[in-house]
């Protein structure tokens, strides 16, 4: 399983937070956005990546690995440090909430060029106005602009990674 997460920021303080999960094979599993008061960009995108796990589902447990990328090279290499002087095990002592690496058998995080990352950084604009949750059966609820993103992503799967 991929994920790709992505804030956004006003210069009132206005944010939002959101990402898009999909398959080995690139197609869609689910999107979400959720609306907050936030100053910091670099604490929207770390909080972008811990909100993730308030949306792995139990059936999704089931997948050998997860990805996560963010275009935040600074929080994905903030992670990837913890990690190693952790030995693979993610302990933030300084963050109150757990991550959900030990969910998975393997978990790894990457940054992703922004071109790579257009339907996580429309989830997080989209979230400036309000919360939403799609998933494979509420499909055609989605905003087109979205549904018209995540077509051109998923057959430009390969050349992103």
Request: proline share 1%; aromatic share 12%; with cysteine.
């Amino acid at each position: 399983m991929k994920i790709n997460v992505d804030a956004s920021l006003t210069s009132s303080g206005n944010a939002g937070i959101g990402g898009v999960f999909r398959d080995c094979e690139g197609r869609f599993i689910l999107a979400f956005g959720k609306k907050m008061v936030h100053w910091d960009i670099a604490q929207l995108e770390l909080g972008a990546i811990l909100s993730v796990k308030e949306y792995v589902k139990r059936w999704m447990r089931d997948y050998k690995g997860v990805i996560v990328e963010s275009d935040n090279i600074n929080v994905i290499t903030y992670i990837q440090n913890s990690l190693k002087q952790n030995k693979g095990l993610m302990d933030f002592s300084s963050v109150r909430d757990s991550l959900f690496v030990n969910d998975f058998n393997k978990t790894i995080f990457l940054h992703a060029y922004r071109k790579c990352n257009k339907v996580a950084n429309l989830c997080a604009t989209l979230a400036l106005e309000n919360n939403f949750y799609f998933d494979s059966f509420s499909f055609g609820d989605i905003h087109p602009l979205m549904a018209n993103l995540i077509k051109e992503e998923c057959h430009s799967f390969d050349v992103c990674n």
